[in-house]
């Protein structure tokens, strides 16, 4: 049985807004769920003394005002910031909230470009995808970063070909790829896109394509025995009782 959280009593009159994604916030909780949720959007735009007051003087939190104002006067890095405000509200526990710590570092040592994809890969990781593959074509869409080299850019490239497939957009999806292989040489890209051609391209064209490259042939060839692997392994794996749940799931709008 899970314990109760006792919550902070006092919800503001007056929300406080944070501008950039249009939310208002009327309790402590729903501040550290922002936290916890956004940890790559943490920047000054929140930690700031309007937050401070807001605090003070709509949830009168006064000690923990008072205790990041000083935060604030001695130039304090944000993740002290906002582990105080977390340890405060008491909805996390010590685990968690050592968890949060530990993301917060690691992403104190990342540049402005890297915390990008750190956000777009949890967007990605959380069934975001149209979210994930907006943050991703920003990335590869501006002025790169020349001190991150071409295969953290070929990187993004593929992250973008793994979320258009997601999306069955395989055609969208084998572009990305080839753009990621032309940038970084990774073989590795060049077997998704060959995939992903696979599976939008009738046979013919695809077939088609495989002989104009000998390259492409030796990887089709691999990598059609592995498609062939993988269909018999399903199919050794699928009970018939399965196929009815999934079928009915289907029917149902489940799936």
């Given at each position: 049985m899970?314990?109760?959280?006792?919550?902070?009593?006092?919800?503001?009159?007056?929300?406080?807004?944070?501008?950039?994604?249009?939310?208002?916030?009327?309790t402590?909780e729903?501040?550290?769920?922002?936290?916890?949720?956004?940890?790559?959007?943490?920047?000054?735009?929140?930690?700031?003394?309007?937050?401070?007051?807001?605090?003070?003087?709509?949830?009168?939190?006064?000690?923990?005002?008072?205790?990041?104002?000083?935060?604030?006067?001695?130039?304090?890095?944000?993740?002290?910031?906002?582990?105080?405000?977390?340890s405060?509200?008491?909805?996390?526990?010590?685990?968690?909230?050592?968890?949060?710590?530990?993301v917060?570092?690691?992403?104190?040592?990342?540049?402005?470009?890297?915390?990008?994809?750190?956000?777009?890969?949890?967007?990605?990781?959380?069934?975001?995808?149209?979210?994930?593959?907006?943050?991703?074509?920003?990335?590869?869409?501006?002025?790169?970063?020349?001190?991150?080299?071409?295969?953290?850019?070929?990187?993004?490239?593929?992250?973008?070909?793994?979320?258009?497939?997601?999306?069955?957009?395989?055609?969208e999806?084998?572009?990305?790829?080839?753009?990621?292989?032309?940038?970084?040489?990774?073989?590795?890209?060049?077997?998704?896109?060959?995939?992903?051609?696979?599976?939008?391209?009738?046979?013919?064209?695809?077939?088609?394509?495989?002989?104009?490259?000998?390259?492409?042939?030796?990887?089709?060839?691999?990598?059609?025995?592995?498609?062939r692997?993988?269909?018999?392994?399903?199919?050794?794996?699928?009970?018939?009782?399965?196929?009815k749940?999934?079928?009915?799931?289907?029917?149902?709008?489940?799936?």
């Amino acid at each position: 049985m899970g314990s109760l959280i006792l919550c902070h009593k006092k919800k503001a009159k007056h929300p406080y807004e944070i501008s950039r994604i249009h939310m208002r916030i009327y309790t402590i909780e729903e501040l550290c769920y922002y936290f916890c949720n956004n940890l790559y959007l943490v920047d000054y735009t929140i930690i700031n003394r309007q937050l401070c007051d807001w605090l003070d003087e709509e949830l009168e939190l006064y000690s923990l005002a008072d205790e990041l104002r000083a935060i604030l006067d001695q130039n304090g890095p944000a993740e002290q910031f906002l582990l105080t405000v977390l340890s405060h509200a008491s909805i996390y526990s010590a685990s968690e909230i050592t968890q949060i710590h530990n993301v917060l570092e690691h992403l104190k040592n990342q540049n402005e470009v890297e915390r990008e994809k750190y956000k777009a890969d949890n967007l990605l990781k959380a069934g975001e995808v149209a979210s994930a593959i907006l943050v991703y074509q920003s990335i590869v869409n501006k002025e790169w970063d020349d001190s991150m080299g071409r295969d953290f850019y070929g990187q993004i490239y593929g992250c973008l070909g793994s979320a258009y497939g997601r999306l069955l957009l395989y055609e969208e999806a084998a572009a990305m790829y080839e753009k990621g292989f032309q940038v970084c040489q990774d073989t590795k890209m060049l077997k998704a896109y060959l995939y992903c051609c696979y599976r939008y391209l009738p046979e013919a064209e695809y077939v088609k394509m495989l002989s104009n490259e000998p390259v492409y042939l030796s990887i089709g060839s691999v990598l059609k025995e592995e498609i062939r692997q993988a269909k018999e392994s399903v199919h050794a794996d699928t009970s018939a009782e399965q196929l009815k749940t999934w079928k009915r799931d289907y029917r149902r709008g489940n799936l």
